[in-house]
Structures are given as structure tokens and as C-alpha cells.
């Protein structure tokens, strides 16, 4: 029997047990179209997560107080004060940490904002104009304060879109002052709306020099967090640990075990992150390979029935001159077709959906949500639909290509 | 004396149910000359069908030996039975056994998909010739649910053709038809005895029927009782041949 009537003598039996084929093919289509959807969404959840921190910079890294607890027991004290001016002096000397091109402190903070009769609650964010920077912000009007704004402590403030909205109405805010804690601080620039994407929510944000905020807002005398810039990706490294040795110095610190502070850097959030997200997505695609199995076993069924209804069938192919492996063939054949179209069909249905999802995200909720064509998915898809066909079709293939000729052609 | 396309020798079949072994074949011993035109009748559990099973290959004896066409086949594997079943044996059921959904033609051309040695671009043009020969030309394409039975029957010897066999075995060809069909079939069967010099086995309860042929061998309780030659031949045609 050639390769091609195989083929077509599979394809017309599976045609002339139309629903039957359907029905099969359903079931790998949904464990299939789970598979890349699974895949899908969750690559796209990773880039997103991903791209919000790498948006941050890779050579950013940040000093936050305290430790970030390693086990749940291990009790640490919460040091929320321990960053100090005097850690800034410290680091500033390029003898200690030589890779280092640039420093923020950073206060943060909420409180109310009045303009005229509107009332606003705000996050208060400390900082200086490496604002922009670092977070990639550029103000749709006016122009971020600068330095000697930091130096004289300068009451400036630029605010987020929510804000400008809130206050201002329809007003235009620039050179207007705004009221906190009763003090007055004019607006030198207002931010495009961000949407709800960012890790920052900038949108309801007042941003202004990290000196006024600490001397005429906040109060504190630490700040809530450092954030530095190496002078490339390189010697990200190199640097933090730098930074690390500094702040025990300063900090009079000889155990590193009781730090009071934590470095992090971009990179080692980015791999936390990945490796939470793809844990995700894998256990998710187990769930979704059970289903798939599920399938599987629908098929042997399927197939099982398919070579009793059809006993008469295989007879009468032995009686007229088909070899086991003829049926065999066939029987495989058939199966593993079944399975294949179940498989691309899943794949275009799963893509398809993710892309719909994908573009619902990006388009009615503004996050920066971008559609990926789960690749390892469709791989992984066609290659479990194939195997459970040969597999789960293989047994009753084997079952129908045994049958002799007059058992088969006699059976009722 | 023409030569021997089928030789038996004390060809035994029994089936072992559990602890009961029944015997459907006692030991029979016949030959089947070459274009040789041959009925096989008997009641019911006579034995008659699986005899017809084990001559057509279909399956294999318990003891005993069988030639076919000179060669003994006892010994014979799956692959070796599938190729002679295929190229020197046609089949005519009594319940047709077409293939649903499917049209005439390609029925037909079913026993050629199995063929290692009928090249594909004949195929056509075989399966044409034996539709014609069977009067179903102008059906070709039609599906076989839209044929009457006789018209089914007369698909099935078609097919039974097309690889151009060496003997026909027909298994109550005219069982489920009436009458008329009946003579039809009866008749194509002994104009490609007679013309073509296909050997023709045929099984059936009906003496009518089998007064076709030119010999009958009666089956009881799995041995032959009687072994005869036709005196007044029916012809499906007219009375009587010769």
C-alpha cells in the first residue's frame, strides 16, 4: 500500500465517521487552545513585568532599608530609619564606590493637596531631577526642577496627570501653587498619564526635591530609599558590593549577617521575577497537560470504539488482501491525523484568544500588554497531540490489525 | 484432465470454547480442477461456511493440508495469505460488504489499493473494465446506498475481479436478493466460468441455486456425504446448458 493511499484511505475513513472525528478532534482542541493560551498570557505577563523593571535601567541600584527577610524566621528588625545624609556623603566619595555615576535619595509620602476648593489625597515622592532619568518620564508641559531646586529647597512640585485633573480641572496648573500642609508649592511641570501599567503610579503623584519634602512635608531625617546609577551594566556588581562594604563602614557594621540595609539591583529583581512568572506558567501548563491527557484518553476511547464499529470493515480489507501492517497503518494513521488537526486547530484558537486578551489588555486598560506567539507552546502542542495519537491510537490500531480476517468479517 | 487449482487432504477445524472442543470440519479431502464450476451445500452447521473460509484463506485449518495451484499454503504467513488472497482469490458475500459512503468505483478499486504489483495508473481503467462486466457501467460513480441489492452484488463481483483472480469464491451470492436478481448474478457467475475460466466455488442452501454449477458436494456434521456430478446444468440464461 503506497504512503498516499494510506493517507487518502484514512482521510475518507475519518470523513465517512464525520462526527465521530469532530467529537475527538474536540477534545485535543481544548487542552491544546489551554496550552497556548496558558503560554501566551503567561510570556506576556513576564514581559510585561520584566520590561517594567528593565524600564527602570539595568545598571539602576536601589538601597532600601532593613533587610528583606530571606526565611519567615528569620526576625529582623525593621532599621526603616537606618538610611542617613550621612550614608549619601559616604557613597558620594568616589574612593569608596568608584563605578558610581550618579545618587537619589528618595522620601516618600501621602498626603492631601488643596488647589482652590479641591481637595486631593497624593503621594508625596522625594527625589531629584535624575527623576526623569531613572524612570523615563518626560512632562507633557513645564520642565522638571533641577538641582539648585535640591540645593535651596526650593517649594517646586511637578504632579502627576490624576492630580493636574483633580485639582485644576479644566484649568492649566503650570505657575499655579498647590497646598500642602499648609505650605504653598508651585507647579514647574505636569506628567502625560501613565495609565495603571507602571510599578510607580505616577499619575497621583507630587513629585518634588527630596530637601523640601524631608524639611517641609514629611519630617524625616533618613530617607526611604537610595537609588544609584553604575556607570554600566558591567560593573553592576562590582559596585553594589562596593556599596554594601560603605554602608557597614558607616553604619559601623562588622557582621554582614545584620545589615541593616539591602542592595538590590535591577538585574536580581528581574530574576526573581522571571523565575516566579515562569514557575507560573509551568505549573499552569501542567494543569493544562492534564487536560490534554484527558484528551488522550478520550481518543483511545474514541479509537477503541472505532475498531469494534468498524470489525466488519477490517474483514473485509484482510479478505480482499490488507496485511496487519495495512491496517495498522490505518488505524494509526487515522489517529494520529485526528490528534494533528485537533493540534493546529488548538494552536490557532489558543493564539488566537491570547491575542484577543493581549489586545483587550493593551487597548480598554491601557497596560502595555504585548502579544507573544507562544512558540514553545505550538511546539509543545504538536508534538503531545502527535504522541497521544500514536500512543492512544496505537493500542487499538494494534487491536484492529490483529483481528482475523473471518472473526472480523463476522462479527454482528 | 485439467490441473488442480485446489487440493485438500482430511482439512479438520475445531473451536476450543473453554473446556469443549467443537468440531465444524471432520476431515475432508476433495480437489477443484482448474475453471472448474463448483457448489458446496449442506444445512445449517453442516460445516459448509468454514470450509469456504479455510479454501478462501480466510482461515487456517486445525490439521490437514491444503494446495493451492501446486504450492501447499499450510505453512504460510499473514503477509503470504494477505498477498494470495489478493491477487488469486475474489470474494462475493452474501451480505455485499461494500464500503459505505463510498462510490462504485472506488468499491471496486478497493482490492487494487492492497496490490504491491497492479501499477496505480491502471487502476482506473481495471476497475472500469470489471464494473462493465458486471453491467454497471453506467452507476460508476454512484454511492453504493443508492443501488439495489442485485446491483450491490453485481459491485461486489466486480470487485471480486479487478485484480483478475484466479477463483471466485461466492458465499450465498443470492441469499439476500430476490428471485430475479438471483438468476442475474447466477448468471454473470457462469458466463465468467464459462467464458473467462474463472474456477467458481460457491456456497448455498438452495438446490436450484447450486444446479448452476457442475459439481456438488454435500456437507453433514463437517464431512462430505456426497460428492456429484450436475446432470441437467441449469443455465441462468436459458433452460439448460449443453
Redesign the interface.
Known sequence: ??IR?LFK?SF?GLR?NRSRSILTILGIVIGITAIMLVVSLGAGAQNLILGEVQGLGTNTIAIIPGQVSTSPTNVSVLYSDSLKPKDVTALENKANVPDLVSLMPTVIGSDSASYASNDYQVTIFGGTDLMASIFNITPSEGQFFDQSDVDSMSSVVVIGADVANYLFLNQDPLNQNITIKGRNFRVVAVLPKSGGGTLFDFDSMVIMPYTTAMTYVTGQKYYNRIITQASSDVVVPVAAADIKLTLEESHGITDPTKDDFTVQTQQSLANTLGTITSALTWFLVAVASIALFVGGVGIMNIMLVSVTERT??IG???????????ILSQFLLEAVLLTSIGGVVGIILGSGLAFVIAFALSHFLAVNWQFVFPWSGAILGITVSAVIGLVFGGYPARQASKK???EA?RYE | MAENIIEVKNLKKSYHDGVEATIALAGVSFDVRKGEFMAIMGPSGSGKSTLLHLLGLLDTPTSGTYHFDGKNITSYDGNELAYLRNQKLGFVFQAFNLLARTSVLENVKLPLVYSDNIPEREWDERATRAIEAVGLSNRLNHDQSELSGGERQRVAIARALVTDPDVIFADEPTGNLDSKSGKNIMSILQRLNMKEGKTIVLITHETATAEHSERIIRLMDGEIESDTKVKNRLSADSEYVK
Open positions: 500500500m503506497t493511499h484511505t475518507t465517512t466488519r470493515e473485509l480489507r484482510k479478505a480482499l488482501g490488507a496485511k496487519d501492517r495495512d482475523s480476517p473471518i468479517l
